[in-house]
């Protein structure tokens, strides 16, 4: 009874605090997603090439069309526990928190970079059916000095 009473008091503090959020990126600035990728063993080169061949192009263009301002990869050294293991990381620097969200390429434009379809969508199904887990982490960066 008292921890129930004890949950009570703390879930009605809660709600009269109200949910607390991080603050918003400036529209201005640039904003960071990180992509994480875990793939299933003894597959990592073969999601590489895939990634490099589908995705890449992809990402490059919008760069080119001044959605994205940096693209880069890379990859952990030595081996981590299985349930924290990732293979690759893909930092994207986006223009702004709205070129971010903004919708990709048309299909047109993805016709355009892949003129056999099928093929593509092949390939880019190949991708994730290889791949174990992938997630995305938008960060912010901190300052460590006042």
Do not use: C
Not at 96 to 123: K, N, T
């Amino acid at each position: 009874m008292r921890i129930r009473s004890s949950l009570a008091a703390l879930l009605a503090a809660a709600l009269a605090v109200g949910p607390v959020a991080a603050a918003p990126a400036p529209a201005d600035e640039p904003y960071v997603i990180e992509y994480y990728y875990k793939v299933r063993w003894g597959h990592q080169e073969e999601f590489l090439t895939l990634f490099a061949k589908n995705h890449l192009p992809i990402l490059e263009k919008e760069q080119a069309m001044g959605r994205i301002l940096e693209i880069r990869a890379v990859a952990p050294r030595y081996h981590a526990t299985e349930e924290s293991r990732w293979d690759y990381r893909v930092t994207i620097v986006f223009a702004s928190v709205a070129a971010a969200h903004a919708p990709g390429l048309s299909d047109a434009e993805l016709r355009q970079l892949y003129p056999d379809q099928a093929a593509f969508a092949r390939e880019e199904q190949r991708r994730f059916e290889i791949l174990e887990a992938h997630w995305d982490v938008p960060v912010r960066p901190i300052p460590l000095r006042p």
